[in-house]
């Protein structure tokens, strides 16, 4: 990959950057699934590079799956481990094969369409002279642990300086917390941000609305702060099928995939709106079956995929889900759907 770094400063775009970073910060957000985000925390970052595992030291777009030391719910989900990318971004349940350029969380999916953190996503590397390696260890005692992922002295394209930041995930709370140790850089490419995607998404974001954008190519991040995302209390997940009419469409071989695809569409056929979030889950799947593109899999149920839209769900509406099957045996797809309102 060519990289060509500018060696000049324009002091009084930094000095602009700087003002507006200032004030276009937002205080407070949140998203359609409930987590909340503020930069109203303390800045704390931790620096584990002498204390910490590296690795991608040299590695210019590589990734590492890292098996974290506590069950991590994310969305709805609980992970067991995670893919961190050189270029600043964390995702589950895979690696992403095409995070070199950044997505607008908003209107485009995630790589991969996987779940992602990424507290500065933007091309990074650790494969020129000088740049550090990513760093992860975990801190504190069972039930209150954090298990730390470091990007220590990483370079971005263009980016003379090197740049230094954090996501800390919280056990027991689901807390996620970007530290921000060193994001100033001498070109306004980079600079506080200039040219990162930084926030949290489920699988199929988009279209849910799980997911909440900080900022996007936009210098609003400064040296020795931090952003905290808190995932919603909640009651708990309702089962409300008696509710419910499910009408599922055929399935249709793509051969050029080798995937089933069609579309599950449920009807609130009962006599009070039903609360969002909204989650089908696929029970009692046909063995060998399996989603493709689900949100997650509810332990003990089977793939549950997010309804699209917003707002609640009125009586007589309607919501379409698409959904894709790996069929290898070509066996007759059979599942029952379950409908829950609220966060698991």
């Not at 030291?57 to 989900?77: E, I, M, Q, R, S």
């Not at 055929?250 to 009070?272: C, D, E, K, M, P």
Request: hydrophobic share 40%; aromatic share 10%.
């Amino acid at each position: 990959m060519t990289r060509n770094r500018m060696k000049t400063m324009n002091w009084g775009w930094i000095l602009a950057a700087a003002t507006l970073s200032a004030f276009a910060i937002p205080a407070f957000g949140q998203d359609s699934f409930g987590y909340t985000a503020t930069n109203a925390v303390v800045y704390s970052f931790i620096d584990i590079s002498r204390t910490g595992t590296g690795v991608l030291a040299n590695v210019d777009d590589g990734t590492a799956t890292l098996t974290l030391p506590f069950g991590f719910k994310f969305y709805g989900t609980t992970y067991t481990s995670l893919c961190a990318s050189s270029n600043g971004i964390v995702s589950f349940g895979g690696c992403p094969t095409d995070d070199v350029t950044t997505r607008d969380l908003t209107a485009q999916p995630t790589p991969g369409n996987l779940p992602v953190i990424a507290p500065f996503w933007m091309d990074l590397t650790f494969a020129i002279p000088g740049a550090g390696a990513l760093y992860y260890q975990t801190l504190g005692t069972a039930g209150a642990r954090q298990f730390v992922v470091e990007w220590n002295n990483v370079r971005a394209l263009n980016g003379t300086d090197p740049l230094s930041f954090e996501v800390v995930l919280q056990e027991g709370t689901n807390l996620i917390s970007f530290q921000y140790n060193r994001v100033d850089s001498a070109n306004p490419s980079v600079n506080l941000g200039a040219g990162a995607t930084v926030g949290i998404a489920a699988a199929n974001g988009v279209a849910s609305k799980y997911r909440y954008q900080w900022s996007r190519n936009t210098p609003v991040i400064q040296d020795s702060t931090a952003i905290r995302f808190t995932p919603p209390a909640g009651a708990g997940a309702v089962d409300v099928s008696v509710s419910i009419n499910v009408t599922t469409s055929a399935f249709v071989l793509n051969r050029a995939t080798a995937l089933y695809s069609g579309t599950i569409a449920i009807q609130n056929i009962g006599t009070a709106a039903l609360k969002r979030p909204l989650t089908i889950v696929l029970t009692a799947l046909t063995s060998g079956v399996t989603a493709v593109g689900a949100t997650g899999t509810l332990a003990g149920q089977g793939p549950y995929y997010l309804v699209p839209g917003t707002g609640d769900l009125a009586p007589g509406a309607s919501a379409s889900i698409p959904v894709q099957f790996s069929n290898p045996s070509n066996a007759k797809i059979s599942f029952t759907v379950k409908t829950y309102s609220g966060n698991f």
